[in-house]
């Protein structure tokens, strides 16, 4: 969605009628079409995940009429058939509620093929991962609500996991095939506001690292390149940070393998006090949102050797081995 239009009266009685429109477009796996919109400020929902669509303009004849002509202009869609689903509510830049009229749409392309002129990326997502994501609570309703009618087996998707599942996560590993002789050298940064909360990513589910898993702003030396200089390197590409070397301190140092076999590597952990700017999705391929938090409330899913390079931190002590073998 590109903007949103408040209502002229509100202060009618009546409810609004929708000048906004959307579009729910889901494919035959059962995923749903997501657009990552531009960070900037003054736009609706800045850096959030949302669905293609936008106002109603004087030569639209329906809102039917409007959500084609948003999904032609934004990503080059034309689709054959659009249903009315629902009228969602949601906030306007200036906190009124805008009546939007959803429509669902099937489709099954890629959107990597498509002709992007708005936002920064469209992803397909199944419904069970939309939790993790920056997103409107009534967008996830909705797919809730649409998945529950189609028989989806991940219809309500506001029933919390298991137990298990929240306190023993699993994520995805670094690790490559095989053993090698070599031990692969990864920086990561540490970085705390003045609360005292440190800085962490969540991981892009298609990551090829740590995906869907929460992490250090992190990455891996280039060859010829030094663990300061790939640290803020990093620390630029992928959150907008700049970083001089003399402010990165080396704190803890991880020896990590992922799992038994795996390749080992060594995690060099580096404390920063001063940088500029503030953290920005600048690799939403990689990182899908930062957050602070509190050492002793981490999030979950979280890679293993952050939670123990954090706690280890705050005890004093400098290295650490995780699932060694």
């Known amino acids: 969605m590109t903007e949103t239009t408040t209502p002229t009266d509100p202060d009618s009685p009546a409810p609004p009628s929708p000048v906004n429109a959307s579009a729910l477009i889901v494919n035959a796996a059962g995923e749903y079409l997501l657009h990552l919109r531009d960070n900037v400020p003054g736009i609706w929902q800045p850096g959030s995940w949302a669905l293609l669509g936008g106002g109603r303009e004087p ?31 949601v906030a306007g830049t200036d906190g009124s509620p805008v009546p939007i009229q959803v429509f669902t749409g099937h489709w099954n392309g890629d959107p990597d093929a498509l002709t992007l002129t708005e936002g920064v990326m469209l992803r397909w997502f199944r419904p069970e ?47 490559g095939p095989g053993r090698y002789a070599f031990t692969v050298l990864g920086v990561h940064l540490y970085l705390e506001d003045q609360d005292g909360r440190v800085l962490l990513g969540l991981r892009h589910q298609d990551s090829a690292c740590a995906g869907e898993s929460w992490h250090f702003l992190a990455g891996h030396c280039e060859p010829d390149e030094s663990a ?15 970083i001089r070397p003399e402010d990165a301190k080396l704190i803890h140092v991880a020896h990590v393998v992922d799992e038994p076999g795996a390749q080992p590597r060594m995690q060099f952990v580096f404390r920063v006090r001063r940088w500029q700017g503030r953290p920005e999705l600048r690799a939403p391929d990689k990182c899908l949102a930062w957050r602070w938090w509190e050492p002793a409330a981490l999030p979950a899913p979280i890679v293993p050797y952050t939670r123990v390079a954090i706690q280890s931190i705050w005890a004093g002590r400098p290295y650490s081995e995780v699932v060694w073998v």
């Open 59 to 89: 030569g639209d004849a329906s809102l039917e009429d409007t959500v084609r002509r948003e999904l032609r202009e934004e990503a080059g869609l034309d689709l054959p058939d659009l249903t009315p689903f629902a009228i969602d509510t």
């Open 129 to 175: 991962t939309m939790q993790r994501l920056l997103l409107s609570p009534s967008t996830l309703a909705l797919v809730s609500r649409h998945a529950e009618l189609s028989g989806s087996p991940h219809g309500d998707l506001h029933q919390p996991p298991p137990p298990a599942q929240r306190t023993t996560p699993t994520p995805r590993g670094c690790a």
């Open 228 to 242: 300061i200089a790939c640290l803020l390197r990093e620390a630029e590409e992928e959150a907008g940070l700049v």
